[in-house]
């Protein structure tokens, strides 16, 4: 972990491997809290621990479906059961056929699962999706 000490109004950015450049500002502080303004590329999600770790218990407390079928592409999807899980499929890929629903027990081990958290929040409520590609 790197630590620095800034000063109010004070920026510091991150660069990525990717070239992505990431700047973080102390806006405010009093007491025991300080306001940081955080300035990302829109893909980036970025959440406070606590926040993410409620998604992360959220998704592990839902049924998941890895959804597929020959002519389109598999999806992930976080539903109150495996039929809106197929519904949601469809509604995403209008005359697919041959479409198989298998209900995943741990997603939380799947190489897709933070991609499930980070769009996760964008959501009110059940089904969330995940198009893997």
Partial sequence: MLLITAY???TTT???????VLS????GYSQNQF?????????????RHKLR????????HSPVFFVTSASHHSWVIAAKTDAHALQCYQQKNPGCKGVEVQWVE???YESWFERL???WPAHSGL???VKLV
């Fill in 35 to 47: 306001s940081l303004g955080i300035n990302a590329p829109q893909e980036y999600i970025i959440l």
């Fill in 106 to 108: 741990k997603p939380q």
């Fill in 117 to 119: 958290v980070s769009v």
């Fill in 24 to 27: 973080v500002a102390v806006l």
């Fill in 14 to 20: 991150i660069s990525t491997p990717t070239g992505d």
């Fill in 8 to 10: 109010q109004s004070e």
């Fill in 53 to 60: 770790e409620r998604i992360i218990k959220a998704i592990q």
């Fill in 127 to 129: 089904p969330v999706a």
